[in-house]
Each structure stands twice: as structure tokens, then as C-alpha cells.
């Protein structure tokens, strides 16, 4: 099977200046894990997943050690996200040549084989220099149940 039979034709598309609001209510909005980021003629600059957002407002040290998140005050979350107004998609993405991608023509099973490997929930699928649409762990096992019958 290829990815042009499993992609999703329509991911979530911003421009490098997208503010955080536009961008999360654009994600939410369409149920998606991430937003691709592209230039006026649609080619890819980037990625911007829910976890790239998080990761903006969770402190790293937190990664250290878990028990620390008990000692932040209970509207740490709120203070800290209330400052993120000037955030755009050009500050918290992935950057074009960091992000693994496939062609509509490529295997399925490599799209998987990416997104398993590389822990990734999206991956952009580009021809000719453009997004043509993204496939994600739900658009390989929703094409895979098609296939069970």
C-alpha cells in the first residue's frame, strides 16, 4: 500500500508567523497532533507538534525528576502559558530539514517504520517541493483495519 492511500489530504497548514493561540485553536480544532508550517507557495519550513507547545512551557529540570513538578504552585501552568503571546510557529518548530518526511509514491510500511522509530505522531508528505498532506498513526491503522476487512 502506499502513503497516498492512507495520508491525510488536509493536516493543519500555518505560516512561519503564526502566533501559539492561532496555532492551537487550528490543532484542536481539527483533532490533529501537529501543524505543518510552510511558505507562501506551500512548501514544508517545519512542524509544530502539541508536544513542541508543551514542551515550551514545561520546565526541562522537570524531566530530572518528577517529583519536582509537586513543588511548582498550583497556577504555575496558567502564569507560564499567559506568557507565551508572542510565540510563533518560526520559535517552536521542528525545522524543515529536521523533520522526516515521505513522498505520496513511498511504502506505507516506511511511513511507519518512520513514525515508530523516530517516536514521531505526524510526518508531512512532500512532492514536488510541497505539502501535499501529512500521515499519522491513525491514518495507518485506520487504512490498516480497511484492509481487515
Known sequence: MLVKYAMEKEPVRVPATAPLRTILEAVLEANQDA???VD????????????????RI??????????????MHENYFDEV??????????DLMSKGDSVD????DDAVIKAAALLVEHRRKVLPVVEGGHVVGVITRRSVL????EKLG
Do not use: C, M, W
Not at 518526511?101 to 505520496?104: L, M, Q, R
Not at 485506520?142 to 483495519?145: E, F, L, N, P, T
Open 142 to 145: 485506520r487504512r490498516a483495519i
Open 81 to 90: 502559558f499567559a506568557k507565551q503571546g508572542d510565540v510563533t510557529a518560526a
Open 58 to 71: 514545561v520546565p526541562r529540570y522537570l524531566d530530572l525528576d518528577a517529583n519536582l513538578a509537586k513543588v
Open 40 to 55: 507562501e507557495a506551500g512548501a514544508l519550513l517545519g512542524l509544530v507538534g502539541i508536544h513542541d507547545i508543551l514542551r
Open 35 to 37: 501543524a505543518i508550517v
Open 101 to 104: 518526511t515521505v513522498s505520496p
